[in-house]
């Protein structure tokens, strides 16, 4: 047992996760409110180890912001723009495209592309773009759309969310991302995000694409307006539909940004909430095999610290990000290659690039001592400079 869990209260969670014994909500309860990160950390770490071993995951990806003009008008979003603002903003399929042929070129294996709720668009203008960018690159995999996103496509279409996701997916979707989760709980929901998705529609999207056969990802924002009460129900309901389906690849758990946006927040997400939070992640969620630590929110530093806490992926290279950024994250636009692994390096971990599905790719088992850039890294990172500015 770790020094610090053996003086710990934390002690009898220790002995559940090493039994494989499940949890409780009151567990989670107690972790959350508890003061001894060490604790926490130690055994968020020996959960991780159990799933996952001593590798640790980045992906090379780009993401894609298609339009910010949307309907609706959630209070904690900074990214949102109506038509009548100047600085909002939309791209052709063409455009789309040629931001995908660029970023090709420094070896990315997904896009991730999400937008607003656009309010003229037709149905064709996203079947089309996932066409187009299938016919660039055939093993590109396409993740794309919040659940949101999907209602919302589902209405312009006048079909069925599963006959929508039906088309999605043979258009060359492969993926949905987990955005739009924000916090289950109605009050807390309606606060922050009024007139989107319920829980139970954010969900039921996720049950649909799953029992088709799809794989996504799912998020919870904290840090806001949320009691710790509301984050345990909002894990609860995704282990429960993990139980369910298991359809879900990865949890990534979001840092609320305060700036610009209709919440009064004071005090945001400190990094002991953050390494709190992903660490009683790892331990409640005891169905998924991957946690994300999310440096867009955290900065790659704290990333990094989370791999200690029960994080096992950084994400990806992502080259533009603005949904966060808007709301007044200070991380860079993008990470290199070289830098994740680095990073995972220093941590003590072996990097391991995977897929969109958390399935490597390659393992990259140098050991840090020897980990100095290869000229294969250094050419990819080149490219990726290169490109920033046609991006």
């Keep these: 047992m770790n020094f610090f869990v053996e003086r710990s209260e934390l002690r009898d969670i220790y002995y559940k996760v090493a039994a494989d014994v499940r949890i409780s909500e009151d567990d989670a309860l107690r972790l959350f409110q508890s003061k001894d990160l060490n604790a926490l950390g130690a055994i968020a770490d020996f959960a991780r180890q159990k799933k996952v071993g001593n590798r640790a995951s980045y992906i090379i990806n780009r993401y894609i912001n298609y339009s910010n003009y949307c309907i609706l008008s959630c209070q904690f979003c900074s990214f949102a723009r109506k038509k ?13 495209v040629e931001k995908a042929r660029e970023a090709l070129k420094i070896g990315i294996t997904e896009l991730h592309i999400v937008g607003g709720l656009h309010p003229s668009l037709p149905f064709s203008y996203y079947t089309d773009m996932l066409r187009a960018l299938k016919k660039l690159d055939s093993r590109l995999q396409l993740k794309c759309f919040t659940a949101i996103e999907i209602l919302h496509l589902a209405w312009l279409a006048k079909k069925s969310v599963e006959q929508t996701l039906i088309e999605l997916k043979e258009a060359g979707l492969e993926s949905l991302t987990g955005g739009g989760a924000e916090i289950f709980n109605k009050t807390v929901r309606s606060q922050i995000a009024k007139g989107k998705e319920s829980a139970e529609e954010y969900l039921d999207v996720h049950r649909i694409w799953h029992k088709l056969g799809g794989r996504s990802t799912c998020t919870m924002l904290y840090g806001h307006v949320e009691a710790l009460t509301d984050r345990v129900d909002h894990l609860r309901q995704l282990r429960a539909l993990q139980d369910e389906t298991r359809g879900f690849v990865g949890f990534v758990p979001l840092a609320y940004q305060p700036v610009d946006n209709n919440i009064p927040v ?38 990094q610290v989370a791999l200690s806490y029960g994080a096992d992926d950084l994400h990806g290279t992502i080259i533009e990000e603005h949904i966060f950024h808007m709301a007044g994250a200070t991380s860079p636009q993008l990470q290199t290659e070289m830098d994740m692994l680095k990073a995972i390096r220093e941590a003590g971990r072996i990097p391991v690039q995977r897929n969109t599905f958390y399935e490597p790719i390659r393992v990259l088992e140098k050991p840090l001592q020897a980990a100095t850039e290869s000229n294969e890294d250094s050419s990819r990172s080149k490219v990726l400079e290169d490109n920033l500015a046609t991006a």
């Design 84 to 96: 009548r603002d100047a600085d909002g903003f939309q791209f052709s399929t063409e455009e789309i």
């Design 266 to 303: 004071e005090k945001p997400p400190t990094g002991f909430d953050s390494l709190r939070t992903i660490a009683v992640s790892r331990i409640y969620l005891d169905n998924f095999d991957h946690i994300t630590a999310y440096w867009v929110g955290l900065g790659l530093k704290l990333a």
